[in-house]
Each structure stands twice: as C-alpha cells, then as structure tokens.
C-alpha cells in the first residue's frame, strides 16, 4: 500500500526542505499553498466568492494578495471566513490531484494540519523556536522579523505541532542530519 503523508511544522521549520528530500526518495509531493494560490486564480469560483464579499481586494478583477492578507490576517474572524470559503475548493483540487496517482507515495505539505485525508500518517518537521525565526528571516522574501513573529503566534505552537504528530523530523541540525532524519522517517512510512 502507498505511503500517504500530511506534512507539516511551523513557519521557518523547514517543511520544504524535508518535501524536496522526501521527493528526491520518490514521494509525490503536493503544496497545500500552491493548491490554494490555483483556486484563487482569476475567473474561478473561489476568486468570485472572495471578491463578492471582499470586493475592496480587487485589481481589475484579480485578488490582490497582498492587500487581502492585510485584510485577513489582522482579524481572526475575517481569516476564518477566507479559510470556510478557500479550503472546500483546496481541498478538492488536492484530492483530485491526489486521485490521479493512486499508486505513488504521496507527501501533502500543509502548513497547518487539517482533517482533510482521514488515516494519513501527520509528520512534523521540527526545531526551536529561535531557529525557525532566525530561517525565516533568512528567506528571499525577507520578511520582518515582527511580521514572522506574527505569523509564529497564528499557527499553532511548537507544542501544539509535536502532540498532533504521529512521527517528528527534527530539523535542528544542519542538512545532513535533515536527510537522515528524512531518510529514517521515510524507511519507515515504506516499510524499508
């Protein structure tokens, strides 16, 4: 039977560094974010749910992302709103993508853990706190400190993750440890 993973861990944890390697040991990898980022294209059902109740995001009929994370990530009621509309849509592009590989070893990287795939093994990528941040900062996006602080204290906490896992990749090393822990979760999920 085909190893089917959710994928998960906090900003900066190196969730998709561990996909990449989980890729290169053959797993079919699958981005919630980039599932997400399609159904808000223009011209989809979902972009015409957002609009209709956030018409204000709008640049000529296409989401302005930017403008709309303001929007929503400063009001929790306003982000779950998003999410109610947002994630039927998500989660169905990703179950027919998933569909279509029946035989693959499948790695859903997600980041929060949803109940979206009943009976999948939840593995956490991991590492302190300080090291997430100092990653993130890191990143060519480069995202304010304060603002990746705000995302760590949306998503669930470190604690939080590591209680919702059935198997942990700790990622406080440098990539060589990554690998073998990816490599030693991997064997496992296979049966090798």
Not at 122 to 143: E, G
Not at 149 to 156: C, D, F, G, S, T
Not at 158 to 172: K, P, S, T, Y
Request: aromatic share 6%; with cysteine.
């Amino acid at each position: 039977m085909a190893a089917r993973l959710i994928l998960s861990g906090g900003i900066g944890s190196g969730k998709s560094t561990a996909a990449k390697i989980l890729m290169e040991f053959g797993a079919v990898v699958f981005s919630s974010d980039e599932f997400a980022r399609r159904v808000l294209a223009p011209g989809t059902e979902a972009t015409r749910a957002v609009l209709q109740r956030w018409p204000e995001v709008a640049d000529d009929g296409v989401i302005d992302r930017a403008r709309l994370g303001r929007l929503v990530f400063a009001d929790a009621d306003r982000l779950n709103e998003l999410e109610q509309i947002v994630h039927p849509y998500t989660r169905r592009s990703l179950t027919e993508a998933i569909d279509r590989v029946p035989s693959a070893d499948v790695v859903v990287e997600m980041p929060i853990i949803r109940d979206w795939f009943e009976g999948w093994t939840v593995v956490v990528v991991d590492a302190a706190d300080a090291i997430r941040l100092k990653r993130a900062a890191a990143r060519p996006d480069q995202m304010a400190e304060v603002d990746i602080q705000a995302v760590m204290e949306r998503q669930p906490s470190r604690q939080e993750f590591l209680l919702a896992a059935d198997l942990v990749i700790d990622n406080g090393g440098d990539m060589a440890t990554l690998e073998g822990e990816c490599r030693a979760v991997w064997d496992r999920v296979t049966g090798l």
